[in-house]
């Protein structure tokens, strides 16, 4: 495909090196190779050009006309003026029908076959599918078949030439784009900086929890560590009084035993 579309562009700058210097017979028959040459589907250089321009007010005016249709037109427009202008070789008529697809693609994704059929002129479906697989050949466009649904499924198609009052349309076509994305682009900017605020507030929430944990952490220690020294005492000392009883413990033993003593005398007497 590359070395295809080499060729073709040189074909082209051949051609449009030799309108320069024709003039009349020899211009209209020029552009009649121009029309059949393979891969050659945009003609608007050769349109501006001066000598070319001159053709439609000569007598050569049909093939000005000719030139025009494979520039913007499409194949049914070729049969709605074909008596009054030049009649097609099959490869003129192969290239225009290409064209033709080109300017439904541009429309309609999913072209119906008997949309094709209706707009080429072709008589069965067989014609129709054998045209489509030379303008994927020619890299005029790129898609599938869809013979069970009985369409053509377009994914890609070159562009045509475009006419000179059509700029306007398209110049405000690509305005309104433009503010299409700059609309877009403000939104996603102001998406941005709010995923930003909210960010920065998720880290300072952070922070602060952080900060909290580490202080009561602290609190903490420091409560444990003086209830550790409230109710600790030395060794020593608790052993002390272990070995030594509580003051009125002994008073208490004592006035036992004498109770005791006192009950055994008591029986002594009575017996």
């Known amino acids: 495909m590359a070395a295809e579309g080499k060729v073709t562009g040189q074909s082209q700058e051949q051609f449009l090196l030799l309108a320069k210097a024709a003039r009349g017979a020899a211009l209209a028959s020029l552009i009649h190779q121009v029309l059949e040459a ?29 030139l025009t249709i494979f520039a913007y037109g499409t194949y049914a427009d070729y049969l709605a003026e074909a008596a009054n202008l030049p009649p097609l070789t099959e490869a003129q008529k192969n290239k225009l029908r290409h064209l033709s697809v080109v300017t439904l693609a541009a429309k309609i994704k999913c072209i119906p076959y008997s949309v094709l059929l209706e707009q ?5 479906v067989r014609q129709l599918e054998d045209l489509v697989i030379e303008a994927v050949y020619a890299d005029v466009l790129r898609g599938s078949l869809d013979q069970r649904n009985q ?54 929430l952070k922070q602060q929890i952080e900060s909290e944990v580490a202080n009561l952490k602290k609190t903490i ?51």
């Open 38 to 66: 393979p891969g050659i589907y945009v003609f608007g250089e050769l349109l501006d050009m001066p000598a070319v321009r001159e053709l439609a007010d000569s007598e050569f005016s049909p093939v000005f006309r000719l």
């Open 120 to 124: 080429l002129q072709l008589k069965n």
């Open 151 to 204: 369409r053509l499924e377009v994914d890609y198609s070159i562009g045509r030439d475009i006419r000179r009052e059509e700029l306007s349309t398209i110049t405000r076509t690509l305005q309104e784009w433009c503010q299409g994305c700059e609309v877009v682009l403000s939104g996603i900017e102001e998406q941005v900086s709010r995923a930003n605020q909210h960010k920065e507030q998720q880290l300072a």
């Open 221 to 271: 220690k420091v409560t444990t560590a003086a209830a550790a020294a409230a109710t600790s005492q030395d060794p020593e000392q608790h052993l002390t009084e272990l070995r030594e009883p509580a003051p009125g413990t002994n008073q208490r033993q004592a006035s036992k035993k004498t109770s005791k003593a006192k009950g055994s005398i008591s029986g002594a007497i009575k017996v």
